[in-house]
């Protein structure tokens, strides 16, 4: 085997979240074509193949130089050829940030949902502003970038566990056997504890290699736990004595009543 390929895409973290990939296609095929088409499932099956496709690219990028040599110089950065940031830029801080936020708004109670849709559209027009202004080019590391998004990201999460701790069908729920539970507690602890590594990402490159390799492999472990609660929420209907049904299809179910009887 070609080791430069070996290097590349050869490691624990690739390895893990392409079997868990694997699982998601499994599980995600075995539903019922009805489940296939609600949000509930397809969502995280499309942020699961998201990730492991944008990873599986930023090695692909490792492994073909030549590819990430003229991908910088397309971005307009001939002078830094061997850094592959735009790759994470591009699907993890924009892209990811706003697939996760459309899943957290499928938490919420549908009042809250209309804070997340303003949420989107500020980041998105944020994003544009930033890059195309200069103040942070797709090729560098954007801290203002990742830092507005991951607050975005705490809020959300805030707004779901005030419902978590206020509205009367989740009071009357197992939080414990609740999948959004789980996964909402793994992104506010994933955007927590990558603050730093994310944020002064060139810093510690030229400076403490050693101490961003540690807090990228922290990155890594709670993206792989993140996968698998994805992974499990598409497999949920194969364990229903392990989780209760989320709250918010009771909501989605009233509000789609109401609506029918107001037309």
Do not use: C
């Amino acid at each position: 085997m070609d080791s430069r390929f070996f290097q590349a895409f050869v490691d624990w973290y690739l390895i893990s979240i392409d079997i868990l990939l694997v699982l998601g296609v499994i599980y995600y095929l075995k539903l019922p074509k009805e489940k296939r088409s609600i949000s509930f499932y397809w969502l995280p099956f499309l942020i699961l193949s998201f990730t492991v496709f944008y990873e599986n690219l930023g090695a692909y990028t490792n492994y073909n130089f030549d590819f990430k040599k003229a991908a910088n110089a397309f971005f307009g950065n001939t002078e830094n050829p061997r850094f592959n940031i735009w790759v994470f830029n591009i699907f993890n801080k924009h892209i990811s940030t706003i697939l996760y936020l459309f899943l957290i708004k499928s938490w919420l109670v549908p009042s809250k949902k209309k804070y997340i849709n303003w949420m989107i559209i500020t980041f998105f027009i944020a994003i544009q502003v930033l890059q195309f202004s200069g103040i942070e080019p797709i090729y560098l590391n954007q801290p203002l970038i990742f830092t507005f998004g991951a607050n975005l990201i705490l809020l959300g999460s805030g707004f779901y566990f005030i419902g978590l701790m206020t509205n009367e069908q989740y009071l009357a729920t197992n939080p414990l056997r609740l999948l959004s539970f789980w996964q909402m507690t793994f992104i506010l602890f994933t955007y927590s504890l990558t603050y730093i590594s994310s944020v002064s990402l060139m810093y510690l490159y030229n400076n403490y290699p050693q101490l961003l390799t540690s807090l990228l492999k922290i990155d890594w472990v709670m993206g792989v736990i993140n996968l698998g609660i994805l992974v499990l929420t598409i497999a949920s209907p194969k364990f229903p004595h392990f989780f209760e049904r989320e709250p918010f299809f009771e909501f989605e179910k009233k509000l789609n009543l109401r609506n029918r009887i107001s037309s």
